[in-house]
């Protein structure tokens, strides 16, 4: 496709066919994707190639244009210069026609062609205007003009052409991080390079400095250094040692290691984020839609503006048809809206691979274009504000007539069939002093209290005050140990069978210490932020108040956080909630932006998120809301850049002070400029 207006063409061929549905279009990649029956591909493929296309319906690199085409080209230019000059100096005439004739021949049979096919189809994309202005030149006697019209169009083509492409390498680059090949362990106990795309899970593979990792897997040998940039935009490197994720497309610096693959070629993370990046791409932004809304309106409009042109000042005031047909023509130049709508898909490109680079994968340009509205900003506690890998810090036996390690191996015993940090930290502490484990049945997690089960037959819960006021079990002195070291900033749970609180365990959970610059850098962009946990008040006032949160709602179940971020965005501003993309499931698809947090190598954030942080610093989402800023900003510029320039120059030919090639100059240059402005954002840094 040469230009985005041919969208037009091709979705109206299809739209009426038989088992033909959706009809979807990444004009960048140029790549479409058809919804039809098992029956219709054949007759899909035949449409295309009746509108002089040709499909492949498998992905490949555009060709360069071949050498045989590139000499035509000079060729042209050269005939077309020499016709001007043949004119210019008194030349016969049937020499100034014939230069004119070779120039338009020699280049421009694709631009007739592809022009025929778009009148014939009811279509007015660009080489329908431009066959048209250049048959008109000809018909009036502007032979000169005519075919130099249709060298410099041919040119401007190749031109914006190889400028699409940069944007398109900009997403394209991440496809080279992974090697093709990587050195895996055989049968035989021998080490030979292999194709990525053939090992398979369980493999193992050994990596030497300076290589890259060609697949997802756990370190099981060896240490080194691993710089992760390429994922996660850190820019130091990560050690790595056995048991440690390493992930396809990073660097190994230092050390040797092997790793056992723990996901296929076309499922590793690098994988999966090519394949969000590639589907953001195909979703349009809110600016996009309009743009395109706009250009089928603009023109048609300036179609019926040319036609007036051509008839209405000789018909009405006598003037001259030969003046008033060239001004016409002129405005058919200019009439193809391609620099306003390239202008938006390269630049939300641009700004994807942006954020990619900088570690923050993006789900689509609506969520780019949506980030600098943002005025609220919410936190789920446990491992986005906090490192959530909390300690147990404090055991008390409550009930004297139960034994201490019994008491605790039961906690455990509940606790490690959780996977709440809290839980963990429990679980993790027995087993550091290698306490037992219990068989546990008819284990129940109670979202936002705690957990319940069986152990020999006797019922226990293990949960926090709201569980234990539940159940009946909220014992005023269990309550008061358990507020004073709530004052404290930890969380506590306590352990109750069907009568009595059998103990108490205290958790403290650190703060990472990039939480408090990522709120300052929020409130700097005049970002409102919140706290949301399902932690007693005490516990989240002190982390919230150690990184300067603004308002902090505690004891929260899924459908209380739910209804907070609904009350944060009552104001109209647009609200963001950042977690884990699991736990807080609901309040994450509520806000206008969802950020899921350390989503390198998990499935489920990157699904399902708007925006995912591959690691997890909290800083970053700041980069995103000025980058969102950045990319709006130069989508206002292009936009208008693009709509000046073409009401500039329909007022000159309108006027009578342009020529055609000024207008092949005008389209040309306004669609190299903005596609230039749109890649700016690649070489901006918003850390």
């Known amino acids: 496709m040469d230009c985005p207006t041919e969208e037009t063409l091709i979705r109206k061929k299809l739209a009426g066919m038989p088992g033909v549905g959706s009809v979807e279009f990444n004009l960048l990649r140029r790549v479409l994707t058809v919804e039809h029956d098992a029956n219709a591909l054949a007759s899909v493929l035949d449409a295309l190639r009746a509108l002089g296309f040709t499909p492949r319906t498998e992905p490949r690199n555009d060709a360069p244009a071949g050498k045989r085409a590139l000499w035509m080209l000079a060729f042209a230019c050269v005939a077309a210069a020499a016709s001007e000059a043949a004119s210019g100096f008194g030349g016969p005439s049937w020499l100034v026609v014939a230069l004119a004739l070779a120039a338009i021949a020699s280049c421009g ?121 390429p994922i996660t935009g850190e820019s130091l490197p990560v050690e790595k040692s056995p048991g440690d994720d390493v992930f396809a497309g990073t660097v190994n610096e230092t050390g040797s290691f092997e790793f056992r693959v723990s996901a296929a070629a076309k499922d590793t993370t690098l994988a999966r984020i090519i394949r969000a990046i590639e589907s953001a791409q195909g979703a349009k932004a809110p600016t996009q839609r309009f743009v395109d809304r706009f250009a089928r309106i603009y023109t048609p409009l300036v179609l019926l503006v040319a036609i007036a042109v051509a008839v209405v000042p000789p018909l009405a005031f006598d003037e001259l048809w030969y003046a008033w047909i060239y001004r016409a023509l002129v405005l058919l130049v200019i009439a193809c809206p391609c620099a306003l709508v390239i202008s938006t898909p390269v630049t939300i490109v641009s700004g994807l691979a942006a954020a990619a680079r900088h570690g923050i994968l993006v789900k689509g340009g609506t969520f780019l274009e949506r980030g600098r509205r943002l005025r609220w900003l919410a936190f789920d506690k446990t491992g986005t504000i906090t490192h959530g890998k909390p300690v147990q810090t404090h055991f008390a036996l409550l009930d004297r007539s139960m034994d201490e390690g019994r008491v605790r191996a039961i906690a455990a015993s509940l606790a490690g069939r959780s996977d709440h940090p809290v839980s963990l930290a429990i679980a993790q502490a027995a087993s550091q002093d290698g306490g037992p484990r219990i068989a546990v049945e008819a ?245």
């Open 109 to 229: 049979f694709s631009t007739y062609r592809k022009g025929f096919i778009a009148i014939s189809n009811g279509n007015l994309n660009i080489n329908a205007l431009m066959s048209i202005a250049v048959t008109g030149a000809m018909v009036i006697g502007q032979w000169p003009e005519a075919a130099m019209v249709m060298a410099l169009f041919t040119i401007a083509e190749l031109i914006e052409a190889k400028s699409l492409q940069r944007a398109r390498n900009a997403i394209a680059g991440l496809m080279k991080l992974a090697p093709d090949t990587a050195t895996v362990l055989q049968a035989d106990g021998l080490w030979r390079a292999m194709e990525a795309s053939a090992v398979t899970r369980g493999a193992v593979v050994r990596v030497r400095p300076g290589e890259r990792i060609a697949l997802d897997g756990v370190v099981t040998s060896g240490r080194s250094a691993v710089n992760q940039a």
């Open 443 to 687: 284990f129940e997690a109670v979202p936002g209290r705690g957990v319940r089960g069986v152990v020999e037959g006797r019922a226990y819960w293990l949960g926090n005050q709201r569980m234990m006021e539940d159940i009946g079990r909220g014992a005023s002195h269990a309550k008061r140990r358990a507020e004073a070291l709530e004052r404290e900033g930890r969380t506590v749970v306590m352990l109750a069978d069907a009568d009595n609180v059998l103990g108490l365990f205290a958790v403290a959970d650190t703060v990472k210490e990039s939480s408090r610059d990522a709120i300052a850098r929020l409130h700097a962009l005049g970002v409102q932020t919140a706290m949301l946990s399902g932690d007693n008040p005490h516990t989240a006032r002190a982390i919230a108040s150690a990184v300067g949160i603004d308002r902090v709602e505690a004891g929260q179940l899924p459908e209380d956080k739910l209804r907070t971020i609904e009350s944060l965005g009552s104001d109209g501003g647009a609200v963001g909630m950042a977690g884990d993309g699991i736990n807080d499931a609901p309040a994450l698809a509520r806000a206008d932006i969802g950020f899921a947090m350390g989503a390198m190598g998990t499935d489920t954030a990157i699904e399902t998120a708007d925006v995912a942080l591959m690691d997890d610093d909290l800083r970053k989402i700041a980069a995103f809301i000025r980058l969102s800023s950045a990319t709006h900003a130069i989508l206002v510029q292009n936009i208008a850049f693009a709509l000046v320039v073409k009401g500039v120059f329909l007022a000159l030919a309108v006027a009578g002070l342009g020529s055609m090639w000024m207008a092949v100059f005008a389209d040309v240059g306004a669609s190299l400029l903005v596609v230039g402005n749109g890649l700016r954002i690649l070489h901006k840094r918003f850390n």
